[in-house]
Nanobody
């Protein structure tokens, strides 16, 4: 089964940019749709972006649309989340997740494999 590891989180000022990386091992990332989720303390884990296996289809949550871009590099077994114009409300632990299905989905329960997350803190 595929293992996922997120990296790239940290502390950034509001208005700044950051790129998160989801690296896969133990499997071929091109076999999976990949989603980025986030969860802040006391809140539900929410889907922010999804990319299809080929990269041809994407989904973005309204809260980040126009600011975040999801992309993938199947040759390097990685998926990225480029985040710009960051806001304090973007502060959360960010997780990447993989699902085997063709259709991209934002529902948390649709995903089979999860990373352990990376913390993003946006200061005002």
């Amino acid at each position: 089964q595929v293992q996922l590891v997120e990296s790239g989180g940290g502390l950034v000022q509001a208005g700044g940019s950051l790129r998160l990386t989801c690296a896969a091992s133990g499997g071929t990332i091109s076999s999976y749709s990949i989603g980025w989720f986030r969860q802040d303390a006391g809140k539900e884990r929410e889907c922010v972006a999804v990319v299809s296996r080929s990269g041809g289809n994407t989904y973005y949550a309204d809260s980040i649309k126009g600011r975040f871009t999801i992309s993938r590099d199947n040759a390097n077994n990685a998926v990225y989340l480029q985040m710009t114009v960051l806001k304090p409300e973007d502060t959360a632990v960010y997780y990447c997740a993989a699902r085997s299905g063709v259709v991209i989905m934002s529902r948390r329960s649709a995903y089979d494999y999860w990373g352990v997350g990376t913390q993003l803190t946006v200061s005002s």
